[in-house]
């Protein structure tokens, strides 16, 4: 049976250990340390791909969005899982306040997401954030179909995992 201290020594081993710890040190809302391991841990494994958005949605919800689309900018490649593309997609239109392109893409990435269950319930809490900030607005309630463009809510309402303002 092989232990952690064994497994240390493979970095993209390593690279997995760093980023379930940066998940637990998010959980705990010790964000600047979880941004430190999840970076720690895409240097040395790359491919951890939901990593690589976790650490971008965390730098999103500290207001670092420029940081958050650096950090997503390879996620957008083709080798990249289709679900992440559309998180990613769905999270970029709502920094631009377009609540009917976010909720679409959303959407479309919990369908195409099997497997990872808290991720899509994560962006399905974004979703329902919308659709709150728009309840408590008056204005219609957002359909990933809607051509309707509410005024900004994100000023106005946290869409935050994490509990920061965006």
Known sequence: MTNIQDRMGDSSDEGQLRYLHAAELAQQQRYAEAENEFAAALVMNPSLHTARFQLGLLQLTNGNVDAARSTWASLMDTASPAEL?????????????????AIAHLQKGISLNRTNAPLNKDMAMVIEKINAANTHT?????????????????????????????
């Open 85 to 101: 593309q559309c998180f990613v997609r769905g999270l970029d239109a709502l920094i631009q306040d377009d609540f009917p392109t």
């Open 138 to 166: 008056s204005a219609p309630r957002v359909a990933a179909t809607s051509t309707a463009e509410p005024e900004s809510l994100s000023t106005r309402t946290d869409f935050s995992l994490y509990n920061q303002k965006y």
